[in-house]
């Protein structure tokens, strides 16, 4: 248990849906992210939060959507994915962001886009 | 961006043998941390280590930052000790983490 819980752990799809993935950190942390795992690739991050606002979008697709409704959550908002959208989504929480700041990460979430 | 490479990509042990990972860095850090993901996905904290060494039970890290490299040591491994291990950098222009490609290790009976 690293403080940072992420649901669901698993999820299938398919390319017309529209779902939602939550994560929640319980360690009064201040910045959170979120994270793509595709097979055989580094981790590759999309969005960074910090006090609730959007500071980094790496280029990502607007099918996918964040949301920071307060500094403890963080959702990722899915509608019309593509099949190579499917990887492990992972969520992380830190302090803050900048120096002298270690990230935690949740178990991930899972997506499979059928 | 900042360049994270990790070698080996892949390691095969004898249970009890030990082993040393590396994490080469293209740029200053402020940060540096080594994970190890479970066969489920998650990853798990090893190291907080932006400079000097850190030793936690059977695994210890070394981080030299003014020649941009890590290392992880894990001694006596054991089955458990299987899965990818990560090294993630924070550059000191950013606030991100970027990560290696790992080294997935496996460590047989």
């Known amino acids: 248990e690293t403080g940072v819980t992420q649901t669901p752990r698993h999820l299938v799809m398919g390319m017309t849906n529209k779902k939602s993935l939550k994560c929640e950190q319980h360690?009064?942390?201040?910045?959170m992210y979120w994270y793509k795992q595709s097979a055989k690739k580094p981790l590759e991050l999309m969005f960074v939060?910090?006090?609730?606002?959007?500071?980094e979008n790496n280029s990502v697709p607007s099918r996918f959507s964040p949301e920071c409704p307060n500094s403890s959550h963080l959702f990722l908002h899915l509608h019309t994915l593509q099949p190579e959208d499917s990887a492990l989504y992972l969520c992380?929480?830190?302090?803050?962001?900048?120096?002298?700041?270690?990230?935690?990460f949740g178990q991930g979430t899972r997506l499979t886009v059928v | 961006g900042i360049q994270v490479e990790q070698s080996p990509p892949d390691l095969i042990l004898q249970e009890g043998a030990n082993s040393t990972l590396r994490c080469n860095f293209s740029?200053?850090?402020?940060?540096l941390q080594w994970f190890h993901q479970n066969p489920w996905g998650q990853l798990i904290n090893l190291f907080y280590?932006?400079?000097g060494t850190k030793q936690n039970g059977r695994l210890s890290a070394t981080t030299v930052a003014t020649e941009r490299y890590s290392l992880l040591y894990i001694s006596s491994s054991q089955t458990t000790d299987s899965g990818v291990y990560f090294c993630?950098?924070?550059?000191?222009?950013?606030?991100?983490?970027?990560f290696g490609t790992g080294t997935s290790l496996t460590v047989i009976p």
């Open positions: 280590i932006p400079s």
């Open positions: 992380a929480s830190s302090r803050g962001v900048g120096r002298n700041t270690e990230a935690f």
């Open positions: 740029d200053s850090v402020n940060n």
């Open positions: 360690l009064g942390h201040n910045a």
């Open positions: 939060y910090n006090f609730k606002e959007q500071t």
């Open positions: 993630a950098v924070d550059p000191n222009t950013g606030n991100q983490f970027y």
